[in-house]
Protein backbone atom coordinates (compact mmCIF):
# COMPACT_ATOMS: atom_id res chain seq x y z
CA UNK A 1 0.00 0.00 0.00
CA UNK A 2 1.30 3.18 -0.68
CA UNK A 3 2.65 5.74 1.82
CA UNK A 4 0.22 4.56 4.68
CA UNK A 5 0.46 7.05 7.68
CA UNK A 6 0.33 6.63 11.35
CA UNK A 7 -1.74 8.55 14.11
CA UNK A 8 -0.17 8.45 17.55
CA UNK A 9 -2.86 7.51 20.26
CA UNK A 10 -0.68 9.39 23.18
CA UNK A 11 0.54 6.18 24.68
CA UNK A 12 3.70 5.15 23.16
CA UNK A 13 2.72 1.43 24.70
CA UNK A 14 -0.41 1.73 22.86
CA UNK A 15 1.33 2.80 19.45
CA UNK A 16 4.03 -0.02 20.15
CA UNK A 17 1.13 -2.64 20.24
CA UNK A 18 -0.69 -1.35 16.87
CA UNK A 19 2.56 -0.88 15.28
CA UNK A 20 3.04 2.80 15.64
CA UNK A 21 -0.52 4.50 15.88
CA UNK A 22 -3.32 4.13 14.11
CA UNK A 23 -2.97 3.66 10.53
CA UNK A 24 -4.67 5.63 7.38
CA UNK A 25 -6.06 3.06 4.71
CA UNK A 26 -7.13 0.98 7.59
CA UNK A 27 -10.22 1.10 9.94
CA UNK A 28 -9.59 0.78 13.54
CA UNK A 29 -12.30 -0.24 16.32
CA UNK A 30 -12.33 0.06 19.98
CA UNK A 31 -14.66 -1.20 22.35
CA UNK A 32 -15.02 -1.94 25.73
CA UNK A 33 -17.46 -1.16 28.57
CA UNK A 34 -18.94 2.55 29.75
CA UNK A 35 -15.89 4.59 30.78
CA UNK A 36 -13.36 2.13 29.60
CA UNK A 37 -11.71 5.41 27.52
CA UNK A 38 -13.24 4.95 24.20
CA UNK A 39 -14.30 9.08 23.40
CA UNK A 40 -11.08 9.82 25.47
CA UNK A 41 -8.77 7.75 22.83
CA UNK A 42 -11.29 9.62 19.91
CA UNK A 43 -11.10 13.03 21.81
CA UNK A 44 -6.85 12.96 21.49
CA UNK A 45 -6.61 11.22 17.95
CA UNK A 46 -8.48 14.47 17.10
CA UNK A 47 -5.81 16.14 18.25
CA UNK A 48 -2.46 14.61 17.58
CA UNK A 49 -3.26 13.79 13.70
CA UNK A 50 -2.59 17.48 13.90
CA UNK A 51 0.94 17.26 15.05
CA UNK A 52 3.92 17.28 12.69
CA UNK A 53 4.86 13.77 11.48
CA UNK A 54 7.70 13.58 13.79
CA UNK A 55 5.75 14.74 16.67
CA UNK A 56 3.55 11.35 15.80
CA UNK A 57 0.60 13.41 13.59
CA UNK A 58 -0.41 13.87 9.87
CA UNK A 59 -0.63 17.63 9.81
CA UNK A 60 -4.21 17.14 9.15
CA UNK A 61 -7.91 18.19 10.16
CA UNK A 62 -10.13 15.17 11.43
CA UNK A 63 -14.12 14.49 11.08
CA UNK A 64 -15.84 13.69 14.01
CA UNK A 65 -18.82 11.53 13.70
CA UNK A 66 -20.55 12.05 17.34
CA UNK A 67 -23.45 10.37 17.64
CA UNK A 68 -23.61 10.28 21.40
CA UNK A 69 -23.42 13.77 22.30
CA UNK A 70 -19.62 13.12 24.37
CA UNK A 71 -17.43 15.39 21.80
CA UNK A 72 -16.11 17.81 24.27
CA UNK A 73 -14.56 21.51 23.10
CA UNK A 74 -12.60 21.61 26.82
CA UNK A 75 -11.43 18.23 26.44
CA UNK A 76 -10.00 19.01 22.91
CA UNK A 77 -8.30 22.56 24.39
CA UNK A 78 -6.88 20.50 27.25
CA UNK A 79 -4.94 18.16 24.73
CA UNK A 80 -3.90 20.87 22.58
CA UNK A 81 -1.98 22.58 25.48
CA UNK A 82 -0.86 19.63 26.73
CA UNK A 83 0.55 19.46 22.86
CA UNK A 84 1.82 23.01 22.53
CA UNK A 85 -0.44 23.76 20.12
CA UNK A 86 -3.29 26.64 19.62
CA UNK A 87 -6.56 25.65 20.84
CA UNK A 88 -8.95 27.65 18.92
CA UNK A 89 -6.73 25.99 15.58
CA UNK A 90 -7.07 22.75 16.99
CA UNK A 91 -10.84 23.32 17.29
CA UNK A 92 -11.22 24.57 14.11
CA UNK A 93 -9.15 21.50 12.36
CA UNK A 94 -11.82 18.96 13.85
CA UNK A 95 -15.10 19.20 12.04
CA UNK A 96 -18.19 17.61 14.36
CA UNK A 97 -20.69 15.55 12.46
CA UNK A 98 -23.78 15.47 14.68
CA UNK A 99 -25.81 12.52 14.11
CA UNK A 100 -29.27 12.56 14.72
CA UNK A 101 -30.08 8.80 13.61
CA UNK A 102 -28.52 6.00 11.87
CA UNK A 103 -29.38 7.36 8.30
CA UNK A 104 -28.12 10.72 8.92
CA UNK A 105 -24.95 9.22 10.09
CA UNK A 106 -24.56 7.08 7.12
CA UNK A 107 -25.09 10.18 5.14
CA UNK A 108 -22.68 12.34 6.71
CA UNK A 109 -20.18 10.02 6.31
CA UNK A 110 -20.96 10.43 2.75
CA UNK A 111 -20.62 13.41 2.55
CA UNK A 112 -17.20 13.41 4.16
CA UNK A 113 -15.96 12.85 0.43
CA UNK A 114 -17.27 16.72 -0.66
CA UNK A 115 -15.36 18.24 2.26
CA UNK A 116 -11.97 16.24 1.01
CA UNK A 117 -12.85 17.27 -2.49
CA UNK A 118 -13.12 20.76 -1.24
CA UNK A 119 -9.73 21.51 0.11
CA UNK A 120 -9.87 20.13 3.58
CA UNK A 121 -7.05 18.07 4.51
CA UNK A 122 -8.79 15.77 6.12
CA UNK A 123 -6.53 12.28 7.71
CA UNK A 124 -8.70 11.30 10.26
CA UNK A 125 -12.41 10.30 10.27
CA UNK A 126 -13.86 9.35 14.12
CA UNK A 127 -17.05 7.60 14.14
CA UNK A 128 -17.95 7.48 18.03
CA UNK A 129 -19.89 6.03 18.82
CA UNK A 130 -20.32 3.69 15.42
CA UNK A 131 -23.57 1.20 16.93
CA UNK A 132 -25.34 3.53 19.42
CA UNK A 133 -27.93 4.69 16.52
CA UNK A 134 -28.27 0.96 14.60
CA UNK A 135 -28.54 -0.67 18.13
CA UNK A 136 -31.75 1.99 19.37
CA UNK A 137 -33.43 1.98 15.95
CA UNK A 138 -33.30 -1.73 15.23
CA UNK A 139 -34.71 -3.78 17.72
CA UNK A 140 -35.52 -7.63 17.50
CA UNK A 141 -34.57 -10.55 15.45
CA UNK A 142 -37.05 -9.95 12.26
CA UNK A 143 -34.67 -6.04 11.96
CA UNK A 144 -31.11 -7.90 12.51
CA UNK A 145 -30.68 -7.89 8.89
CA UNK A 146 -31.69 -4.91 7.52
CA UNK A 147 -29.21 -3.73 10.67
CA UNK A 148 -26.27 -5.17 8.98
CA UNK A 149 -27.13 -4.10 5.57
CA UNK A 150 -27.06 -0.54 7.03
CA UNK A 151 -24.24 -1.14 8.66
CA UNK A 152 -22.53 -2.72 5.80
CA UNK A 153 -23.55 -0.09 3.61
CA UNK A 154 -21.81 2.81 6.18
CA UNK A 155 -18.70 0.76 6.69
CA UNK A 156 -17.93 0.04 2.85
CA UNK A 157 -18.27 4.39 2.55
CA UNK A 158 -15.97 4.55 5.83
CA UNK A 159 -13.73 2.23 3.78
CA UNK A 160 -13.54 3.66 0.27
CA UNK A 161 -12.82 7.52 2.31
CA UNK A 162 -9.72 5.44 3.98
CA UNK A 163 -8.50 4.29 0.78
CA UNK A 164 -9.00 7.15 -1.55
CA UNK A 165 -7.98 10.02 0.11
CA UNK A 166 -5.22 7.85 2.82
CA UNK A 167 -7.33 8.63 5.41
CA UNK A 168 -7.55 6.47 9.27
CA UNK A 169 -11.04 5.83 10.27
CA UNK A 170 -11.55 5.42 13.94
CA UNK A 171 -14.31 3.40 15.47
CA UNK A 172 -15.63 3.64 18.74
CA UNK A 173 -18.48 0.67 20.08
CA UNK A 174 -19.82 0.10 23.25
CA UNK A 175 -19.97 -3.79 24.60
CA UNK A 176 -21.39 -5.06 27.78
CA UNK A 177 -18.20 -5.77 30.44
CA UNK A 178 -18.16 -9.95 30.73
CA UNK A 179 -17.26 -11.73 33.76
CA UNK A 180 -15.05 -14.08 31.69
CA UNK A 181 -13.49 -10.88 29.96
CA UNK A 182 -9.55 -11.69 29.01
CA UNK A 183 -10.09 -15.14 28.98
CA UNK A 184 -13.29 -16.50 26.82
CA UNK A 185 -13.37 -14.49 23.09
CA UNK A 186 -13.83 -11.16 23.76
CA UNK A 187 -15.02 -10.71 20.38
CA UNK A 188 -18.77 -10.08 20.87
CA UNK A 189 -18.41 -6.96 20.19
CA UNK A 190 -21.94 -5.52 19.02
CA UNK A 191 -22.11 -5.16 15.68
CA UNK A 192 -21.58 -8.96 14.81
CA UNK A 193 -19.87 -10.41 11.45
CA UNK A 194 -20.18 -7.18 9.47
CA UNK A 195 -18.18 -5.21 11.58
CA UNK A 196 -15.78 -7.98 12.50
CA UNK A 197 -14.71 -8.05 9.09
CA UNK A 198 -14.59 -4.28 8.02
CA UNK A 199 -12.41 -3.34 10.89
CA UNK A 200 -8.17 -3.94 10.20
CA UNK A 201 -7.25 -3.23 14.38
CA UNK A 202 -9.72 -4.06 16.63
CA UNK A 203 -8.33 -2.96 20.40
CA UNK A 204 -10.21 -4.44 23.36
CA UNK A 205 -10.27 -1.75 26.18
CA UNK A 206 -10.52 -2.56 29.75
CA UNK A 207 -10.26 -0.71 33.46
CA UNK A 208 -7.52 -1.97 35.49
CA UNK A 209 -6.82 -1.11 38.57
CA UNK A 210 -5.81 2.65 40.14
CA UNK A 211 -7.46 4.08 36.86
CA UNK A 212 -5.55 2.40 34.91
CA UNK A 213 -6.58 1.19 31.49
CA UNK A 214 -5.28 -2.01 29.53
CA UNK A 215 -5.92 -2.09 25.47
CA UNK A 216 -5.94 -5.64 24.12
CA UNK A 217 -5.24 -6.01 19.98
CA UNK A 218 -7.60 -8.88 19.38
CA UNK A 219 -7.98 -10.84 15.62
CA UNK A 220 -5.30 -8.94 13.98
CA UNK A 221 -3.71 -10.49 10.59
CA UNK A 222 -0.58 -9.11 10.96
CA UNK A 223 0.30 -8.37 14.68
CA UNK A 224 0.58 -10.41 17.47
CA UNK A 225 -1.90 -10.28 20.36
CA UNK A 226 -0.81 -8.40 23.25
CA UNK A 227 -1.94 -5.99 25.75
CA UNK A 228 -0.81 -2.26 26.59
CA UNK A 229 -1.26 -0.07 30.05
CA UNK A 230 -2.52 3.49 29.31
CA UNK A 231 -3.93 6.08 31.73
CA UNK A 232 -6.17 8.90 30.67
CA UNK A 233 -5.41 12.32 32.06
CA UNK A 234 -6.25 15.53 31.97
CA UNK A 235 -3.54 16.50 29.61
CA UNK A 236 -5.24 13.25 27.10
CA UNK A 237 -3.56 9.92 27.03
CA UNK A 238 -0.55 8.82 28.82
CA UNK A 239 1.55 5.55 29.38
P1 LIG B 1 -18.81 5.68 27.24
O1 LIG B 1 -18.72 6.76 26.20
O2 LIG B 1 -19.39 6.16 28.52
O3 LIG B 1 -19.38 4.41 26.74
O4 LIG B 1 -17.37 5.25 27.65
P2 LIG B 1 -16.00 5.64 27.06
O5 LIG B 1 -15.19 4.41 26.97
O6 LIG B 1 -16.13 6.46 25.84
O7 LIG B 1 -15.45 6.51 28.22
P3 LIG B 1 -14.60 7.80 28.12
O8 LIG B 1 -13.63 7.69 27.02
O9 LIG B 1 -15.49 8.98 28.12
O10 LIG B 1 -13.79 7.71 29.48
C1 LIG B 1 -14.32 8.24 30.64
C2 LIG B 1 -13.24 8.19 31.68
O11 LIG B 1 -12.12 8.96 31.27
C3 LIG B 1 -13.68 8.80 32.98
O12 LIG B 1 -14.25 7.81 33.81
C4 LIG B 1 -12.40 9.32 33.55
O13 LIG B 1 -11.75 8.29 34.26
C5 LIG B 1 -11.56 9.63 32.36
N1 LIG B 1 -11.52 11.06 32.09
C6 LIG B 1 -12.34 11.75 31.29
N2 LIG B 1 -12.03 13.05 31.29
C7 LIG B 1 -10.96 13.19 32.10
C8 LIG B 1 -10.16 14.29 32.52
O14 LIG B 1 -10.37 15.43 32.14
N3 LIG B 1 -9.14 14.02 33.37
C9 LIG B 1 -8.89 12.78 33.81
N4 LIG B 1 -7.88 12.60 34.65
N5 LIG B 1 -9.63 11.73 33.45
C10 LIG B 1 -10.65 11.92 32.61
Redesign the pocket.
Known sequence: RRDVGRITTGSKNVDELIGGGIETQSITEVF????????????ELAVTVQLPKERGGLEGECVFIDT?N?FRPE?IE?IADACGIDREEALQRIHIARAFNSSHQILMAEKINELIQSGVNVRLVIV??LMAHFRAEYVGRESLATRQQKLNQHLHALQQIANTYNVAVFL?N?VQARPDAFFGSPTKAIGGHVLGHASTYRIW?KKGLA?KRIARLVDSPHLPEGEAVFK???DGIVD
Open positions: GEFGSGKSQISHETRQDSTQLGVTT
